[in-house]
């Protein structure tokens, strides 16, 4: 039954649409009365030469997706939901050789020798060096602000942590993390005007990503560290990553691992500045499960997308071999069938199946413990160091088909 909510030609990949706000009355009706639907868009406008997706809303049918990768691949047209119309297939068809866009068993093979950077072992490894970091950064934002106390939440604070981490882990100096930060704004944000990016210009930081871990990767086989590249590639024959293997594995790093995590914590404080009684809460108490809510509430990844192998059916949806199928984390996070009262922020949800490390299967996020616990030590930073923040603006939103990204967010401790 057609959904009345839902006027001729909305499109939840729409940058305009998610630069304004996240659609999720729309996202509401549709689960209630049409959970899997027919979008349409014009030829191209999404990269790709059909006319449109399959938008796959509630909480079940999200996980049903992404725990059948044999029915839905990752592979033929890129995890990607949508590009900028000006993108050549060629383009798409080198991400490809990211991890984020492969199917078993090339995504199992490459997954089982990430992963040994990914064990608990490992990320505890980290938990002391980042703990100072979190309170060095909160430090420096503190110490940095201007005579009203004002800063920006998002390049003082946000984007730091998930940047070192991510240096720490493969010992990249952290001299050159602004040229990670860079080069993954670049790659994320071709929609947003105000960054002045072209298609062009994302592939040519990819590629500068890739370039500078193929290098680093060549260091360590020449002269291995104690560290995860070193675990990756020092050995290819004995399993390993080969060189351009490992350049595009930090391109996933760069993005999956900073864009999403970043944004996760932005979305986290501005939830606890327009919460105050959550706020006083995690002060007083600290939570173990206030990252998970905060994951859950901000779903940094809107949408990803998988393409059927064949024909099949979702619910009473027929979906054709080829058929593109987006599948909305951000509705599915919010499905009462599944959360009591979802749209209350509540650090204190238990239990929280929510889907904002995906829905299973083999594409569940590999950096999930990492994730959170640069969540939970950035924000015992801030509540230590500045229990007082308060809210100075609304935030500034990213213009993405895909990301619920945040730009700028002023705060203050005056």
Known sequence: MPCPALPDGFDFTDPDLLQERVPHPEFAQLRQTEPVRWIVQPPRISGFDDSGYWAVTRHADVKYVSTHPELFSSNLNTAVIRFNETISRDQIEVQKLIMLNMDPPEHTRVRQIVQRGFTPRAIRSLEDALRERAGSIVETALANAAADGSFDFVTNVAVELPLQAIAELIGVPQDDRTKIFDWSNKMAAYDDPEYAITEEVGVEAAMEIVSYAMNLAAARKECPAKDIVSQLVAAEDEGNLSSDEFGFFVILLAVAGNETTRNAITHGMHAFLTHPDQWDLFKRERPETTAEEIVRWATPVVSFQRTATEDTRIGDAKIKKGDRVGIFYSSANNDPEVFDDPLRFDITRD?????????????????????????????????????????????RRLRSAWLNGVKELQVSTG
Do not use: Q, T, Y
């Open 351 to 395: 239990p929280n199946p929510h889907l904002g490390f995906g829905g299973g299967g083999p594409h569940f996020c590999l950096g999930k413990s990492l994730a959170v616990l640069e969540i939970n030590l950035i924000f015992h930073a801030i509540a230590d160091a500045l229990p007082d923040l308060r809210l100075v603006s609304d935030p």
